[in-house]
């Protein structure tokens, strides 16, 4: 855990003061701070103690990001260029980094939207997972967190810090707590999916009866008792992809993110076959998926198959006779 012992550099008050300032508005700051903690230690190994932060320096800390990604590296060069300008309201002559000299920005990767006879095929191959003594739940986790994620569209850290208290059986509602954007929020879920839910707490229960109710819900019993990490979820389900031959068209596999990306298309192609208005549900998918503002619910809402063609075809079928006299209106 970084913490305000941790910066030595000639600029660390300067880095703790922003730091502090950023959380204090209500952000964990915490990635940033582990790119501002490396820019700190990085200008401490250069041998010089009063070592400060000069295009010369910032060249040389960017020279040893280039085993990552471009867009990794844009993003740290943009977090130390905010600090340069907070710096530079003290210090109107302090170095600032140019953002044109930066690094593009690698293309995203495309979504992948999971079909239903897909998931059909990861749960079923879910089962066939082997059964280790040492995690006798294996499969049941790896299918409960396929059903989850599929079905709620909840992002991968939301799902690991499940506990089973966050399930109420009564409401049949899961409550996710304080995620991203310190958003907390209750969904309810549809009877086949509660049903998955309880069918696991029951077995949940049945080999680990002394847990308490605030353990984590996807339990990797190898941690002693903590949740699984990520890195271990996506080993998982990149071995049921290999089994259900499930890629993207470049050969890759799928994301887990993905998934989040595939309930969202779902449910926007459930309103637009149902003759819902689109525009006025968004609010209700931006709050059941954790996001501030709808904006952010755009960035799900990609001109691809099959959402492309209904769209298209409820656009056809308002508005297509209006273009069509358009049309034969101009010709000559």
């Not at 740290?76 to 920005?105: E, G, T, W």
């Not at 709808?294 to 198959?305: A, K």
């Amino acid at each position: 855990m970084i913490t305000e012992d941790s910066f030595h550099s000639s600029i660390a008050a300067e880095l703790i003061d922003y730091i502090s300032l950023r959380q204090a508005l209500g952000r964990s700051f915490q990635s940033a701070s582990y790119v501002l903690f490396s820019l700190d230690r990085f200008l401490c190994e250069l041998g010089a103690p009063l070592a400060d932060l000069t295009a010369e320096t910032f060249r040389q800390w960017c020279q040893t990001m280039e085993s990552v990604s471009s867009t990794t590296r844009l993003a740290r060069m943009h977090i130390v260029r905010n600090f340069c300008l907070y710096r530079r309201r003290r210090a109107p002559d302090c170095f600032v980094p140019d953002p044109s000299q930066f690094p593009k920005a690698s293309p995203r990767a495309g979504p992948y939207i999971f079909s239903n006879i897909e998931v059909a095929k990861l749960l079923h191959h879910s089962n066939s997972i082997p059964v280790l003594v040492r995690s006798p739940l294996r499969a049941a986790t790896t299918r409960l967190a396929v059903v989850l994620l599929y079905t709620t569209g909840i992002r991968r850290g939301e799902l690991l810090r499940l506990t089973r208290a966050d399930y109420n059986p009564l409401e049949r509602t899961l409550t996710i707590h304080s995620s991203k954007f310190y958003k907390s929020r209750i969904l309810p879920l549809p009877n086949d999916v509660s049903m998955e839910v309880e069918t696991f707490l029951k077995k949940h229960k049945s080999v680990r009866p002394r847990l308490p109710d605030d353990a984590p819900l996807i339990l990797n019993p190898r941690c002693g008792g903590q949740a699984y990490s990520g890195t271990q979820l996506r080993k998982t389900l990149h071995m049921l992809f290999n089994l259900d031959g499930i890629q993207k068209t470049d050969g890759r596999l799928p994301r887990i993110h993905d998934f989040r990306f595939s309930f969202a298309v779902n449910v926007l192609l459930r309103w637009y076959r149902s003759g819902f208005n689109v525009q006025a549900k968004l609010p209700l998918l931006a709050a059941y998926m954790g996001h501030v503002s709808v904006l952010s619910t755009y960035y799900y809402m990609r001109w691809i198959e099959p959402l492309a063609s209904v769209a298209s075809s409820l656009f056809a079928a308002r508005y297509g006779a209006l273009i069509q006299e358009g049309l034969d209106g101009g010709v000559p």
